[in-house]
């Protein structure tokens, strides 16, 4: 009898719960997870990502935004507050 190898999976965690971010900026959202892909979208805007630091762009106007994180189903949401730009 051979035994099989246990897979462990870790859900998916935030770290960051909200972000500030000047318009057009990069801004970096923390997770904890096992490496396996997710899903992220910020209105129009998305992508996938292994990655415990995510990094993106905020969006050109300032406001408030939620930056939605998906994995296996399950929605997470950061918001993102983002100011104008300094001219």
Do not use: C, N
């Not at 318009?23 to 997770?31: E, G, P, Y």
């Not at 106007?61 to 939620?66: D, F, L, S």
């Not at 918001?79 to 104008?84: G, H, M």
């Amino acid at each position: 009898d051979v035994s099989r190898p246990i897979v462990v999976v870790r859900p998916l965690a935030l770290e960051t719960q909200a972000v500030q971010a000047v318009a057009k900026s990069r801004f970096a959202i923390r997770l904890r997870t096992d490496g396996r892909r997710y899903r992220w979208s910020i209105g129009p805007r998305h992508g996938t990502s292994r990655a415990t630091k995510l990094r993106l762009r905020a969006p050109k106007k300032a406001g408030r935004y939620t930056v939605v994180i998906t994995q296996d189903g399950l929605a997470h949401r950061v918001t993102l507050v983002v100011s104008p730009r300094k001219r």
